[in-house]
């Protein structure tokens, strides 16, 4: 197509104004914010030029009738209003998903944001003294009850608790950590990184797969004010290796008189072993063994909300009160809210595992997967048009956000096996649908793994596999 043709399409594109006066958009108008309509007819307006303009051929005339671009004015204006943040369907079998915002909040959660986001609340004030309170006495006692620590505070995320606690404890002074424990997160966090933005000195002992007690006895001197362990959560060194124990390492520093932290990125009130899975070590085992200072996060293996959880003795978790850096990283009363009622579960364990969604998921047995996949088949019923076929299968979920990396859960899977219709649509189409139904791709199948669509959720991915099952295919 010439440039002449070109200028001929684009003087035949309504102005703003003739597109604002049709029905179409006058009715959209309605109910929506005038500005945000005259952005979706401006935005479709200019998408259509940039086409006219990069098209090197026009097979046929594009539709620049006032109803035709009205259509796509209202499939603008759509993805305007829709929000940004969403719910959505994780159904690729990740537990602790950190892209689908990691653990799922308890049902007595969700029940207590009504009254408590929609009113005024006690956040900073003491009801027995009718005086300024402190909002983190809503969670400390029920953190000292449950670990058996002598103090707790609580920050925005684990990395901010590290971050804090040894700005707060080792500012210009040495901190010993072993080289094999300087690992990196997710989001690019990195312990060597937040040791330098907290003004410690790091100093690095052992190698990346021995590091023995004397390593860290032999580098101890006058400016060492923190023995530093990391719990390896994201990932394992096997074969010939060698590690401190942490009783080792406080009996070292207590003897030198210098406080030991341990790091567990993943913490944990109750022991997964018991589920068959690999040892982790459990915030009150920690605890026990005489760490000085424990952090942890509350969004991963405690199936809470973002949060950084600071627990220890208890003069230097007043220090760490103290610092300024505290109210930066302060967390809100929504957050402290679902802190406080997730811990209020951990009271019984077996309420925990009932209650809480991602200890439910994880234990979750092999059998109750089986029965949700075939009551998720059941409830797709036919599909039609030769697209693909239904098939199930047995595979392996993820615990997910950084812990248990060699742990393979058995579980079900749902696979819609491509026909007519490829398995990358399959996967954008269903990652389109309201709400969003997230899988995951392998052997050219769109794979779903039931253990993390919640029962509720089935009906839902049912109908929305109906839908696609019938879509026209080219």
């Known amino acids: 197509m010439d440039s ?46 940039n086409e006219i303009l990069k098209a090197e051929s026009v ?10 671009i009205s259509e796509r004015v209202l499939k603008t204006l759509d993805r305007l209003v829709m929000p940004s943040l969403r719910s959505v369907i994780n159904g690729t079998g990740v537990v602790v998903h950190t892209n689908l915002g990691r653990s799922i909040l308890a049902a007595s959660v969700i029940e207590r944001f009504g009254p408590l986001s929609g009113g005024y609340s006690n956040l900073e004030y003491d009801l027995t003294k009718g005086r300024r309170g402190s909002r983190y006495t809503h969670v400390e006692e029920i953190l000292k009850e449950l670990t058996s620590a002598e103090a707790a505070t609580v920050v925005n995320n684990n990395a901010a608790a590290v971050l804090l606690a040894l700005d707060t404890l080792a500012r210009g002074r040495e901190v010993i950590v072993s080289r094999g424990q300087l690992v990196e997160i997710g989001g690019s966090f990195r312990i060597p990184d937040v040791m330098r933005r907290s003004g410690g000195r790091m100093v690095e002992v052992g190698t990346t797969n021995k590091t023995h007690l004397r390593d860290y006895e032999e580098a101890i001197g006058p400016e060492t004010a923190l023995l ?14 060698e590690d401190v124990p942490l009783a080792d390492l406080v009996r070292l520093g207590h003897g030198h008189g210098i406080a030991v932290m341990e790091d567990l990125g993943s913490g944990c009130l109750v022991d997964l072993s018991k589920l068959g899975f690999a040892k982790e070590p459990t915030v009150q085992e920690v605890l026990g063994q005489g ?19 600071i627990l220890g003795r208890k003069d230097l978790v007043d220090a760490i009160k103290k610092n300024q850096l505290t109210r930066a990283l302060r967390i809100d009363k929504l957050t402290l809210l679902a802190l406080e009622e997730t811990l209020r579960l951990y ?10 969604p991602t200890l439910r998921m994880l234990s ?50 749902v696979c819609l096996i491509p026909d007519r219709m490829p398995s990358h ?50």
């Not at 760490?291 to 959880?309: E, N």
């Open 4 to 49: 002449r043709q070109k200028q001929d399409l684009l003087r035949h594109i309504p102005s703003v104004d003739r597109l604002l006066a049709s029905d179409a958009i006058r009715q959209a108008m309605a109910h929506t914010p005038r500005t945000l309509v005259v952005r979706a007819v401006q935005g479709t307006l200019q998408d259509l030029r």
């Open 59 to 68: 097979p046929s005339s594009p539709d620049l009738s006032v109803a035709g």
């Open 228 to 241: 530093l362990k990391v719990h390896k959560s994201n990932f394992q060194v096997v074969g010939f290796t």
């Open 291 to 309: 760490a000085d200072l424990v952090t942890f996060s509350g969004d991963k293996l405690l199936g809470g909300p973002q949060a950084g959880i």
């Open 347 to 356: 009271r019984d364990e077996r309420v925990a595992f009932r209650e809480i």
């Open 364 to 413: 979750d047995s092999y059998e109750t997967t089986k029965r949700r996949a075939r009551r998720l088949t059941r409830l797709i019923g036919r599909v039609e048009r030769g697209n693909f076929s239904l098939h199930q299968e047995d595979g392996s979920s993820k615990v997910g956000g950084g812990a248990l990396p060699l742990l393979e859960i058995p579980t079900r899977l």
């Open 425 to 474: 649509f399959m996967e954008v189409w269903l990652r389109s649908y309201d709400p969003p139904v997230i899988g995951r791709l392998e052997r050219d199948r769109f794979i779903l793994d039931v253990r993390t669509i919640q029962d509720h959720e089935l009906p839902v991915v049912a109908r929305a596999i109906r839908t696609l099952s019938g879509l026209e295919t080219a």
